[in-house]
């Protein structure tokens, strides 16, 4: 049994049990399909749009035996048609898990308070765990060890670098982040950071995101004037000293913070990233409907209902998140 119920954060969880995703996710490849979730019934919330992350988790969903529902219109957005807790009891009482894909994080952490099934972080403004799980099983796929080797993230600190950020430290490899002053980790984040764009020299791989993520559309002239320098380009990538791999999360801004030179160079990791979303995601829903099923101790969704207040072995104080 796994030592984790949802999976709102990758900082939350053990080296150990992220070495066990990183090799089910390994495994999951093997397969189109094996019914380990077969009978299971997957919601899906979607406040934000999205190519990678609804393809891959209704087609994982699938080939596992389960069956996805998306939810649309006001349903998916978190607390619009009825508040949150509602939600969360409500679909517990039908569905296996909830896959959500929010603005707010704390929106996902009170869906999974309230919640009695798995939920899984889809990606919130706070993190992107299922990226970073597949960003980390990518350089495993190159990487014989990550003992020694730097990963190096340029642009904007934001969901998907602080998630990366955590899984580098779990899977033991080096970390460091080049921002621009104003747009790097917080002073409680220990993050080795520099906003010298120098300090890529010595980087194995080379990581870059848009630099205005959904919601920040208004700061996209400002944020296109402070973040020029941090363009991932030949120039850029010759400073390293070193032949990195080039990653990037998608959807690309191309010619903005990485030109097509980098991107489409047989360096780049970009599309093996982006099918390794599938596996990892994968990993992560038959190890959470494991876990639940080893946790409750009973067949299918039997004793929801005889859980007072629908908040049983729920932390009170921040979600479940890895427990």
């Known amino acids: 049994m796994n030592n984790y119920a949802d999976l709102l954060s990758i900082g939350a969880v053990s080296p150990a049990d992220f070495g066990r995703l990183l090799n089910l996710a390994a495994a999951q490849r093997g397969s189109r399909r094996d019914y380990e979730l077969a009978g299971k019934n997957i919601a899906l919330i979607f406040e934000k749009p999205s190519l990678r992350t609804r393809v891959t988790f209704e ?178 990538i010759e400073r390293t000293g070193k032949r990195p791999y080039f990653m990037h999360c998608l959807p690309a801004h191309r010619g903005v913070e990485v030109v097509d030179a980098v991107i489409d160079s047989e360096y780049s990791l970009v599309f093996h990233q982006a099918a390794n979303r599938l596996p990892a995601e994968k990993a992560i829903l038959v190890s959470l409907l494991e876990n639940h099923h080893e946790a409750s101790g009973e067949e299918g969704r039997a004793g929801v209902l005889g859980r007072p207040g629908h908040i049983h072995n729920h932390s009170v104080a921040q979600g479940k998140l890895w427990m």
């Not at 679909?91 to 896959?99: E, G, M, T």
């Open 59 to 236: 087609v994982a969903i699938r080939q596992l035996g389960g069956w996805p529902i998306l939810l649309g219109g006001a349903e998916s957005r978190l607390g619009e048609r009825e508040s949150v807790p509602d939600l969360a009891r409500n679909l517990s009482l039908w569905v296996d898990a909830i896959v959500a894909r929010v603005f707010r994080h704390a929106d996902l952490e009170e869906l999974a308070h309230y919640a009695t099934i798995p939920v899984v972080n889809a990606l919130s403004d706070w993190e992107h765990p299922c990226q970073a799980l597949a960003d980390v099983l990518t350089l495993a796929d190159f990487w014989p060890e990550f003992d020694g080797k730097l990963l190096v993230y340029v642009g904007d600190w934001n969901n998907v670098s602080r998630s990366l950020w955590k899984a580098a430290e779990l899977a033991g490899m080096s970390f460091r982040a080049v921002c621009p002053a104003g747009y790097a980790p917080g002073a409680d984040e220990a993050v080795l950071w520099s906003s010298d764009v120098a300090a890529v020299e010595g980087a194995d791989a080379i990581y870059t995101d848009v630099w205005a993520s959904m919601g920040q559309e208004s700061e996209t002239e400002a944020r296109a004037a402070a973040f020029q320098p941090y363009q991932v380009n030949e120039r850029l």
